[in-house]
T-cell receptor, first 115, second 113 residues
């Protein structure tokens, strides 16, 4: 299994540009999520999905869109990049078991710089 | 919402010594507390977790304790080795909230020879 994969590893954008960060997992996990990591602030949840066709907002959703058309993929879209979105982005996945919380597996991250 | 505080932000120990990282949480509904290790340039990786029906859990040199009354939990690493050097994050979640993790701000652990 490849686990959780993310592309690209690095990206530089100009203010106002759009892009999509890709995330895929091959573990048949129902739950997928996106976090951003900023110095001194830990990881903060952007959006998450409990299954194909179902998404919801996390702690810091503004400026980001997501969709989940398949179990495997969960792309994150930046519609109009801003310098405040400079960060390292991590995708994670896990089983979703109702009253049981399962280990989340993280991808290697995408380092995004917006100038 | 949940708020998780983590201390210290940096920790330096001599090889073979023990290291302790402490976290507090605010939401009494939280019942799942994982610890993640993040090596430079990589994504976080789960090293141990504890659920609210357990007070302590051990896995070789790593242990986690939970005090629900005080709303705090701690990571203990014994006989530290250079490969333990990394950033460690605590997190909290509750079963009624899906699998949404609230993370602490991280502890940079350095194990010196």
């Amino acid at each position: 299994n490849a686990g959780v994969t993310q592309t690209p590893k690095f990206q530089v954008l100009k203010t106002g540009q759009s892009m999509t960060l890709q995330c895929a997992q091959d573990m048949n996990h129902e739950y997928m999520s996106w976090y951003r990591q900023d110095p001194g602030m830990g990881l903060r949840l952007i959006h998450y999905s409990v299954g194909a066709g179902i998404t919801d907002q996390g702690e810091v959703p503004n400026g980001y869109n997501v969709s989940r058309s398949t179990t495997e993929d969960f792309p994150l879209r930046l519609l109009s990049a801003a310098p405040s979105q400079t960060s390292v982005y991590f995708c994670a996945s896990s089983y979703s078991g109702g009253s049981t919380l399962y280990e989340q597996y993280f991808g290697p991250g995408t380092r995004l710089t917006v100038t | 919402g949940e708020n998780v505080e983590q201390h210290p932000s940096t920790l330096s120990v001599q090889e073979g010594d023990s290291a302790v990282i402490k976290c507090t949480y605010s939401d009494s509904a939280s019942n799942y507390f994982p610890w993640y290790k993040q090596e430079l340039g990589k994504g976080p990786q789960l090293i141990i977790d504890i659920r609210s029906n357990v007070g302590e859990k051990k896995d070789q040199r790593i242990a986690v304790t939970l005090n629900k009354t005080a709303k705090h939990f701690s990571l203990h690493i014994t006989e530290t080795q250079p490969e333990d050097s990394a950033v460690y994050f605590c997190a909290a979640a509750f079963t009624g909230g899906g699998n949404k993790l609230t993370f602490g701000t991280g502890t940079q652990l350095k194990v010196e020879l």
